[in-house]
């Protein structure tokens, strides 16, 4: 079919414009649309798009921000369980791509709404606390049971505010260390605010990553949200590939490195000392007796093997230090001794 429309199809536009309704086409219209629909391929798929809500994070980054946020999740279960005193466990529900203005109506009013940075990223972003959860927590740590009422009877106390501050400061420096394979950040919190309408940190049309997580205790459950408007991450959004992903899995961020470092250095080891070897038989073993004297496979003077956890990792000399029998360091193995395992 041409680009161009006849005399006859303009006319018929225009008749459609002015009457509400579009005119029956022409047979030899209706014979060249059929003609053109049977150049087509029926079997290729078809898939609704909203102009109004593009889509400007693909299904690959969405997968990247979902194992990241896995992750993270995991994490927060740890850090709240250990503040709480209570086992909690936190679960990734979604992630999510929609406006600003859809994230704002899906926020309860009042609830617990935290404007922080990812500095050095620009912009700002919204750690958001569902208020059942809020007071639940809030009952816990000052003694309670963590009993639920209902959050629509008042607002957060100051008292209450500096209390989930630092809850929601524990949420975020676990978030500065899930987001260190991505890179450096510094979240920092700018403001605090219990209506959504007045958390204006995105135009209304402005698309956003919504990461929605459940968290459940002992007797309550509750939504915690965080927001991300698109402007915050296009400067990274080229990071969150799976490629880029999984080959930062395999190095070890500064924070997981100390984190290894500490757990590692509460393992117990057992050190021991071998002076030598020898070989009996059977009938030799059975007839030593009190002040028998063994030949040993080492010279007096040289040096002792020491062993961590069965395995030859250093040389030592024997001494005493006090009452006590000692082996002196003397240095390092780089790879074991041949017959001493």
């Known amino acids: 079919m041409s680009d161009i429309l006849s005399q006859e199809e303009v006319d018929a536009l225009l008749n459609a414009v002015q009457t509400g309704g579009f005119a029956e086409a022409t047979p030899a219209t209706t014979a060249e649309a059929e003609e053109e629909y049977d150049d087509t391929d029926d079997d290729i798929p078809l898939s609704l798009y909203d102009f109004r809500r593009p889509d400007r994070v693909s299904k690959d980054q969405m997968r990247t921000l979902m194992n990241l946020h896995e992750g993270y999740a995991r994490q927060f279960s740890t850090s709240l369980t250990n503040f709480l005193r209570t ?191 020898t070989t009996l038989t059977i009938r030799d073993l059975l007839q030593l007796q009190h002040g028998d004297v063994l030949c040993l496979d080492k010279p007096h003077d040289s040096d002792l093997i020491v062993q961590i956890g069965g395995k030859t990792k250093m040389a030592g000399r024997s001494g005493i230090i006090g009452r006590r029998k000692a082996v002196k360091i003397t240095g390092i193995l780089e790879q074991e001794v041949p017959g001493c395992e």
Not at 178 to 192: D, L, Q, R, S
Not at 203 to 226: A, D, K
């Open 87 to 277: 086992f909690v466990e936190t679960e990734l529900i979604s992630v999510d791509q929609l406006t600003y203005s859809e994230f704002q109506m899906s926020i309860s009013n009042p609830s617990c709404i935290y404007v922080f940075r990812m500095e050095p990223l620009d912009g700002s972003a919204i750690f958001e606390i569902n208020p059942s959860l809020v007071f639940y927590i809030i009952d816990r740590l000052f003694g309670g049971i963590g009993r639920p009422f209902d959050p629509n009877d008042r607002e957060l106390t100051l008292i209450e505010q500096n209390v989930i501050n630092r809850i929601v400061q524990r949420g975020l420096h676990d978030l500065r260390t899930v987001w260190e394979h991505i890179g450096t950040f510094t979240p920092k919190v700018e403001a605090y605010e219990t209506n959504p309408q007045f958390v204006q940190i995105a135009p209304p049309s402005e698309t956003v990553i919504l990461i929605s997580l459940e968290v459940r205790m002992q007797n309550s459950t509750g939504l915690m949200s965080i927001c991300f408007p698109y402007m915050v991450l296009e400067s990274v959004i080229t990071n969150l590939s799976q490629e880029n992903w999984m080959s930062s899995q395999g190095q070890a961020t500064s924070e997981t490195r100390a984190i290894m470092e500490q757990e590692i250095s509460d393992v117990y080891l057992s050190l021991s000392t071998m002076i030598g070897r």
